[in-house]
C-alpha cells in the first residue's frame, strides 16, 4: 500500500523535527514477529539497501543454539539472504552490480516483547542484510521485486521505505504484493 504524498511529506517533516521520537517508534517497531523492514535508497548510480527482521520468520527460532541442524538452517538462511539477485528482481532496462552484500545473526537482549509477554528478559535474535549494488541507467529503474516471501512464508508483512530522486515512498508488501513501484 503506498501513501499518498501528503502524508509522506508530513511524515517525512516529522522525523526531520523529532528525530528522538522517531527513534523510539522505530525502535518499538523494529521486533514485531511476522514482519520485517526494508529500506532502500537509490541515487544515479547506487541501490542501498538494508533488512532487518526477526530470525524467528527466517529461521523460526531466536534463541542461540548448538544444535548442528539449527546452526544449518542459520547458514542456509545467511547464504540465501546475501544472495541478492535470489531474493530481488530489478524491473526496468538497468544494469547492475553487487558490489557488497551480507547477512548476519544478531542476538539483542531485551525486556520481552508482547508476543513473549510472560518472559522477563527474552532473548530475541534478528537477522540484518545489507546489500549495495553500483549501477548503470539507474532512472530505468521502474520496480524492485522482492522474491523472499518464497524463501521466508513466516514473514507476513515487509515495511518498505525507499528514498530516490523522487522523494520518499512507503510499501507494505506481503507474498501477494511483492513489487516496489517506482513513480518516475
Ligand atoms: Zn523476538
Given at each position: 500500500m503506498k501513501n499518498s504524498n501528503s502524508m509522506t511529506l508530513a511524515l517525512a517533516s516529522l522525523m526531520l523535527t523529532l528525530p528522538s521520537v522517531h527513534a523510539n517508534a522505530s525502535e518499538l517497531d523494529?521486533?514485531?514477529?511476522g514482519s520485517a523492514n526494508l529500506d532502500i535508497a537509490i541515487d544515479t548510480s547506487t541501490i542501498e539497501m538494508r533488512f532487518e527482521s526477526p530470525a524467528v520468520n527466517i529461521v523460526g527460532f531466536e534463541y542461540a543454539t548448538e544444535d548442528e541442524q539449527q546452526l544449518l538452517l542459520i547458514n542456509k538462511a545467511k547464504s540465501n539472504l546475501s544472495n541478492f539477485d535470489l531474493i530481488y528482481g530489478l524491473v526496468g532496462d538497468v544494469s547492475c552490480q553487487t558490489v557488497k552484500s551480507s547477512a548476519k545473526w544478531v542476538t539483542e537482549h531485551e525486556a520481552g516483547h508482547d508476543d513473549h509477554g510472560e518472559v522477563a528478559k527474552a532473548e530475541h535474535a534478528e537477522f540484518i542484510a545489507e546489500y549495495r549494488l553500483e549501477c548503470n541507467q539507474?532512472?530505468?529503474?521502474?520496480a524492485i521485486d522482492v522474491k523472499m516471501f518464497e524463501f521466508f512464508?513466516?514473514?507476513?508483512d515487509l515495511d518498505v521505505q525507499v528514498v530516490y530522486s523522487q522523494g520518499q515512498i512507503k510499501y507494505e508488501l506481503d507474498a501477494n504484493n511483492t513489487l516496489i513501484k517506482l513513480d518516475r
Open positions: 523494529a521486533h514485531e514477529h539507474l532512472n530505468n529503474l521502474a512464508p513466516a514473514i507476513e
